[in-house]
């Protein structure tokens, strides 16, 4: 698993403050730069608005942490990708596999 484990990905969390007019503004600060596995990268179809789209997913695993959550995003070969879910797969405490989709115009 671990030599398989060579794309550079970075996670980051949504430190995002309130802005002047009380709504809530994105900013997202780096919480690590990984190695990880791509799983699998795949498109399947989505309609929005009465139009087909293209939904990008990708399923990264990574050495276990623990700061690490749904709600986060993670950055590979510059795009950006929103983690949809954490799980332990092996439930060993070795590594997570983090599900991911990736955000509109990236």
């Given at each position: ?5 060579r ?31 791509i799983e ?9 608005a009465?139009?087909?789209?293209e ?9 276990h942490?623990?700061?690490v ?13 929103r ?24």
């Amino acid at each position: 698993m671990i030599g398989k484990m060579r794309h550079r990905i970075t996670i980051e969390r949504n430190d995002g403050a309130t802005d002047t007019g009380g709504g809530q503004a994105e900013s997202w600060v780096l919480v690590a730069a990984v190695w990880a596995q791509i799983e699998q990268f795949q498109s399947s179809p989505a309609g929005h608005a009465g139009r087909a789209a293209e939904r990008f997913s990708l399923r990264a695993t990574i050495r276990h942490r623990t700061d690490v959550k749904a709600g986060m995003r993670l950055t590979h070969a510059g795009e950006i990708y929103r983690i949809r879910s954490v799980a332990d797969s092996e439930q060993r405490g070795r590594f997570l596999m983090l599900s991911c989709e990736r955000e509109a115009g990236t």
